[in-house]
């Protein structure tokens, strides 16, 4: 059996996912509007995909904090602390963000369903367009973090040790 990576380089392998999932989730969130048969359940698709991608996004937070204090070591490292403080500061406002917005959709899903009557369509669609539109801000800020950790490993030659001690 290979080797497990060391906590930091474990960074590398846990960020990828919760990207491609907080990324997918809104266009389950605009099918649960088109396609009303079956918005419940394409809502609760969304809705674990976000849970999904959220949870990712504190693991790829923890494993980011060691894969930091990791590079602080290195020659590459020291040379971009500046960059690595930034991605590091990014990623936390990332983590933060994608738990607010699976907060603020479970609550979307859920209040019609406390309170035993749908929304009207109108009001369903404002609070749905709504929540996009913060959604999109919030990938706007898994990018702004995905780029910095691009920009750390192809022009600065930071990287995470991957191979086990």
Excluded: N, W
């Excluded at 997918?24 to 649960?32: N, S």
């Excluded at 995909?49 to 494993?63: C, F, I, K, S």
């Excluded at 590459?76 to 990014?90: K, P, V």
């Amino acid at each position: 059996m290979p080797p497990l990576p060391p906590p930091g380089g474990a960074h590398v392998l846990v960020a990828h996912f919760p990207i491609a999932l907080l990324l997918c989730a809104p266009a389950l969130v605009v099918l649960a509007l088109l396609v009303p048969k079956l918005r419940r359940g394409i809502a609760l698709a969304a809705l674990a995909v976000m849970a999904m991608g959220a949870t990712g996004a504190v693991v790829a937070a923890g494993t980011g904090e060691e894969a930091a204090a990791e590079a602080r070591d290195t020659a590459a490292g020291r040379d971009a602390a500046s960059l690595i403080h930034e991605h590091e500061e990014a990623g936390e406002r990332t983590r933060t963000a994608f738990l607010v917005l699976f907060g603020l959709y479970g609550g979307l899903q859920l209040f019609p369903v406390l309170r035993k009557r749908e929304f009207g369509r109108k009001a369903d669609l404002i609070l749905h367009g709504v929540f996009l539109l913060l959604y999109a801000v919030g990938c706007l800020q898994l990018a702004h973090t995905a780029h910095l950790g691009g920009r750390l490993v192809h022009e600065r030659g930071v990287h995470a040790p991957v191979a086990g001690k």
